[in-house]
């Protein structure tokens, strides 16, 4: 099958926000099997949009569409495509009856332009919104079909994968199964280089890979006839990567670097605290995302300042004054400081220069000093990341602490 | 003027990397005043290439291009568009000369498909690249005119820069204004209804809205002969929307309502720090992702355990058996222990129910307490959010945690 993307809304024509979710569905449609055949973009303008869709037709069978369906006077998708594939709206009670729970809830008052969510074209297939109000829809007509999603990344990827991917999947014949690898400490050229062969030498599995934010992926594809021999086929080849780059690898199920060792320290009920400076709670705020981590998390003390850092976990003045606050020896006396307060098996402490500012030719921008403590065993070490800004660095200087959880967790297993 | 931003590369259509070229020269030609019509992604295909020019200019003058300029076979963009223009290919002795001066000087054979990059349409503008080997170049026919440029974004933008704006000013008539207006508290379709007579009333300056995760943004537009005009008239309207939906404005800076906020406590010389439980850390992470914030905030202490919110924070043990951990009771206690164990004038708490489990009848997830000190005022509040899932409940708390100090911040200005 043959596919276009259509993304409606002016903000993008004012490059006001990145279109992600067309790298993001054109991700998921290559992974069914569907060819992306071209990508658009248009303004809230319902004459240009009414365009588009015979144009586009021309080249395909199916167009995916996100944005406009909002509330709004300029949320006009459902409405022209409705019209372009000659159809008439009518109302649905049950998203009628979801706007006004939604409201009554909230205990705000509907204002009139809520209830354009409510109509759909007949003919349409309603997709709920698993995370909004906004529902998306299917519609077909003569053998064309759009599908229209709304715009927030956020609902419409749930969406997605919620209701979308069911839809289009029912039509596919192979069965297409992969896995998404992903590895810290490791370049994605090296990455690539270490597994060449594999990349060049396979048509099925395929391997690709990608790099973000200090982290890289392998993806693992294999279309085959049944279920059961594509699970196998990517199996045999993460079996093969592993030996060669196993050392790197945090997941194999795309999650990130959190979750998997959020889930190991729950599995195994190790209890855990941070003492944080440079990320200034970055670690503990990704290690809370993981649902169910309150059963082993006990605590982060985000000392900023080097007051906090004293008076919060006993270190000395004196190791500030000699040392500086981006020392191995600050780094020791946090981890300790927090092991005494928090009496949590395993104790994680941070402190770096992020930037821009604080930077010196001893102490530059982007070292960082992580000291990790299980029981008895104690892990310190000293980084000079990579500057590439505050936020980089910041996040860089994250997932180095939990490389740090992970290679103690691995050395105590 | 009318202009399309046209993508060619098949690595788009894969989903493989973000189109950002698009972004950038977006936001660019609209402030030259040139208004972004469309955007279009085809992949390495001369005819779907071909085809999609003829349609573009129905509806605008001026097509960019970016990609497809390389040396290698699948680099069509040039041949095409000279082809589609009603132009031959003729030999440009510069580009020949340049590129076997690089080639010389990389001690590199050059191959036969490198002087590929030395020809161009017989009647374009030629701009060289200032960081690369594919030269870009401008063609016209018919009153329409093409712009080529090279799709490696760090290409693209020196030859943006340094050629292709020079050449775009210098037919220019307008200048285009914006400011963005970032809300929290108000909903997309409420603010829209307050604002509709100024929406719908005015053809310059342009009011559009935004929705964006519990916040909302209004786009304040105008296109003016000169600068100066065009910024009153935004600063007219802006005061306008001030009057009516003033209370809800955090930034007319286009920021991050955690940047608007730490850039406040700093200008104000205001120290602060948070006792954070269901948000784990985001409050302060958020704080601290803003430059120079070490000047203003001393410490959050990510009290997750019940524990940990009786030894860091002095919360009584009767008030948890009480109340509970999610209770004003305790919200209180924690920013007043808070306060004794940092003595920041701000001293802000947060304890709520983020998700998915640990909700009752009584106390559903989503439930949320905050308590923000300054100085000797106190003010607290419990929040029903709406349910959407642990990551939006956490960032909407965060964001509940800014407004309680935006208030207590202008309640003391």
């Known amino acids: 099958m043959k596919s276009s993307i259509l993304s409606v809304g002016t903000e993008l024509l004012f490059g006001q926000i990145v279109n992600t979710n067309t790298v993001f569905l054109s991700k998921e449609l290559n992974l069914l099997g569907i060819d992306v055949m071209s990508h658009h973009t248009v303004g809230d303008n319902p ?89 998306g829809f299917a519609l077909e007509d003569n053998g064309k079909t759009i599908i229209c999603m709304p715009g927030p990344p956020r609902e419409m990827k749930a969406m997605y994968e919620e209701e979308i991917k069911p839809f289009l999947i029912k039509d596919s ?120 981590i309150s059963a082993v998390f006990d605590r982060s003390l985000v000392t900023y300042s080097n007051r906090a850092k004293v008076e919060e976990l006993g270190v000395k003045q004196e190791t500030l004054d000699r040392f500086g606050a981006v020392s191995e020896e600050t780094a020791i006396e946090m981890a300790q400081g927090l092991k005494k307060v928090s009496g949590s098996r395993l104790c994680i402490s941070v402190t770096g220069i992020a930037g821009p500012e604080g930077g010196s030719h001893e102490k530059p921008v982007g070292l960082v000093y992580i000291c990790a403590i299980l029981d008895e065993k104690i892990h310190c070490k000293g980084t000079n990341m990579r500057n590439l800004g505050r936020h980089w660095n910041r996040n860089y200087a994250k997932l180095l602490m939990f490389q740090a959880v992970k290679q103690l967790l691995e050395s105590e297993a």
Chains 1, 2 share one sequence.
């Open 47 to 135: 004459k240009r949009l009414a365009e588009s869709i015979p144009q586009l037709f021309l080249d395909c069978d199916l167009i995916l569409t996100t944005g406009g369906l909002g509330p709004t006077q300029d949320d006009l998708t459902k409405e022209t495509v409705c019209e372009t594939m000659h159809d008439t709206l009518v109302l649905h009670q049950p998203t009628k009856d979801n706007i006004e729970a939604y409201f009554k809830e909230l205990g705000r008052t509907i204002t009139e332009n809520n209830y354009k969510q409510a109509y759909f074209p007949s003919r349409a297939v309603i997709f709920p919104n698993p995370v909004g109000t906004a529902p």
């Open 173 to 292: 014949e192979d069965v297409i199964h992969y896995k998404m690898l992903r590895f810290f400490g490791i370049g994605e050229a090296l990455l690539e280089t270490e597994l060449l062969d594999l990349i060049d030498g396979q048509s099925d599995p395929t391997l690709a890979t990608y790099a973000k934010e200090g982290e890289c992926s392998v993806r693992v594809t294999s279309k085959r006839k049944t279920q059961a021999e594509a699970e196998k086929a990517v199996e045999e080849m993460i079996e093969k990567a592993k030996q060669r780059v196993g050392q790197y690898l945090f997941s194999t199920e795309d999650e990130e670097f959190h979750e998997a060792i959020g889930r190991k320290l729950i599995q195994r009920g190790i209890s855990i605290s941070s003492a944080e400076s440079c990320t200034g709670g970055m670690f503990a705020e990704a290690l809370t995302s993981v649902s169910g």
